[in-house]
């Protein structure tokens, strides 16, 4: 990553293929409003800086590209969940 001065933060969300999906910005968040976002992202967060991240989260919370099948399923069990559904 290459800082850019005067250029405002952000937290670019890429997929496995390194590909763009998303931009939040971060400016108007505290620093607990950014770590309580990047925890529901999925982000696993690790008990110290030299461990290692489990398998299941080395890829995570990479998420497919919109309007892909995969994201279609995921919106939809999103969708189930907002509605009280089963998940």
Not at 17 to 35: A, T, V
């Amino acid at each position: 990553m290459k800082h850019l001065a005067g250029a405002d933060p952000e937290l670019i969300l890429l997929n496995s293929h390194y590909r763009e999906l998303e931009r939040i910005p971060l400016s108007d968040m505290s620093r607990k409003e950014i770590n309580e976002l990047v925890q529901k992202l999925g982000f696993y967060r690790k008990e110290k800086p030299d461990s290692p991240v489990p398998k299941e989260f080395q890829l995570a919370p990479a998420r497919p590209p919109p309007g892909s099948e995969g994201a279609k399923g995921e919106r939809a069990a999103e969708s189930k969940g907002a509605e009280g559904g089963e998940l």
